[in-house]
């Protein structure tokens, strides 16, 4: 069994601006400036045979590679028990498109499709107990937190290793976008 998820990545100079968000939030697990991406799907656990017919239905996607500008900052759950801190992603018809390209690949691949609505983000932090008045703050402050535009002119398949330090990612293969 092998864990996959589909992802756009950014270069070193997007990542270090967002991990220069890090800070200020007690309970914040912050993500590592190499694992900083946009996930367009998490698929999980597949078997190998499995992930070698993902391949190829993901190197069959054309689309155009676009420009993606990095807007805001945000939580998901609610101020007292929020769970995720991310950087939000403005508004984009060809990210949109892209992505449901690689649902439909996936989909024909026999994995079921995704239940929930496509919320494009960069996790930034997991959070545990985070106090709210401090996550208040942090949103406050970094709140008009831009970066872009950043081309996207390809998008990966990543696997996942699960282990005591947290997630480890090896890009399996990019897909070039043009």
């Known amino acids: ?7 756009l990545d950014f270069p070193a100079d997007v990542r270090e601006r967002l991990a220069g968000l ?9 993500t590592e400036s190499e694992n900083l991406h946009l996930t ?11 992930a070698a017919d993902i391949d190829a239905a993901l190197a069959e996607i054309a689309a155009p590679g676009f420009d993606l500008v990095l807007d805001g900052v945000g939580i998901y ?3 007292r028990n929020a769970r995720i801190l991310w ?11 892209l992505q449901s390209k690689v649902e439909s690949a996936l989909v024909r691949c026999g994995l079921p499709p995704e239940e929930r609505k496509f919320s494009p ?15 208040g703050r942090f949103l406050e402050d970094r709140g008009l937190f831009r970066a872009g535009p950043v081309r996207i002119d390809h ?8 282990g005591k330090g947290g997630a480890v ?10």
Do not use: N, Q
Request: aromatic share 10%; no cysteine; glycine share 10%.
């Open 77 to 79: 759950g609610s101020a």
């Open 169 to 178: 990612y090896e890009a399996l293969r990019e897909y070039g976008l043009g």
């Open 40 to 50: 367009l799907r998490f698929i999980g656990e597949v078997p190998d045979d499995t």
């Open 155 to 162: 998008f990966t398949l990543y696997r996942s290793h699960l």
């Open 121 to 135: 983000h960069v996790t930034l932090a997991r959070l545990k107990d985070a106090p709210k008045d401090r996550l």
């Open 87 to 97: 950087a939000g992603v403005e508004r984009s018809e060809a990210l949109s498109h």
């Open 22 to 30: 890090a800070g200020g939030v007690p309970g914040a697990r912050w």
């Open 1 to 7: 069994m092998i864990r996959l998820f589909v992802a």
